[in-house]
DNA sequence: GAGTTGACTAATTGATGAATCACTAACCTG
DNA sequence: CAGGTTAGTGATTCATCAATTAGTCAACTC
């Protein structure tokens, strides 16, 4: 592990958090490059040492917060007990949305761009969230499981919406 | 009314449904004034002399979509019988999904962009069908309408992303 | 310690966009 | 029909952005 390498590895990690945070600010389309660098305390250009485009870093940023959701999500079906399954799930996205604002509203900007790359990696993690919760609810005995987890989901969808707008109204947990 | 003053109403409407489908379709901030003003027909200068700007422009169109969420679901609680109020009101929103589709994906661009005025818009519109939805509930009887509000509301939200994101699977209604 | 490699940036490019300006043509009114 | 008003546009402005190029400098290699 030289110098060098523990560098680069750095700097692209810098620069995926500083994206995440520009973008969801400022809006995916609306933001630039120049402010992710900045963010990131690196020149602009040197971006493109990383990402080939804009649009490459905004799938791995939506792939860093998708994976954060699923492994949260994962750690809790692998050790709640089916009594407290939901209830932990849902205590578990608590804090995603408390911690990692950011990654959600970029996520909730994603899923109205109609770019089938985006469109692609947006279905790949919500479908898998849905697996993984729906299997969970089998395992663990929850009656209609499929309906609990549409339930769980639409819930999660409007916490969203109600973090993104700050009305505490609509926030029922 | 003179010939005038009709064309000059027109064009604004015009306007406004140009910039529902580019929006929708490009996204607010990569959208151009061009674009919409191809869309409606009338060259990009002269947008300008209806809106002042491109956001007074989309707060006009989140107006109209609001409204038109609001006008349908207000008919829907002035007709509907206690017990069918609830399937009613779904129908009424799947209706717009269908009709409407891109006044929705407005609206959920519209829920992630942090900009006073445009957050001002949102939580106004939401708001008012909350309201609407819980002093219908409560007027017909319904137990825990408090509850029964969100989830109808969380429902709502769960097929717009289905919608945004051709997700069937999401889709529970 | 000459030469190579890797980290990083300044300067530039070629497009593009919101908004303004200056204008024409049609219409309407007295 | 003269003077004023409304509908509408071409051309321009000034700013901005993603991406490229060409390069600097420090560190490692042998």
Redesign the pocket.
Known sequence: M????T??VN?KSDIISAAIEVFAETGYFR????QVAERAK?????I??FF????ALLLTALEVSWTRVIDSFRKVVESASPEQLETELIQAYVVILESYRNEVLLQMQAQTIQEESIREAMRGGFGEVRHMVLDAFRSAGIPNAEERTMLFLARGMLCNISAALAMPELMGI
């Open positions: 030289t110098k060098f390498e560098k680069s700097r933001a630039t490059t120049a690196i020149s602009q250009p040197y493109f040492r080939s485009t804009k649009e």
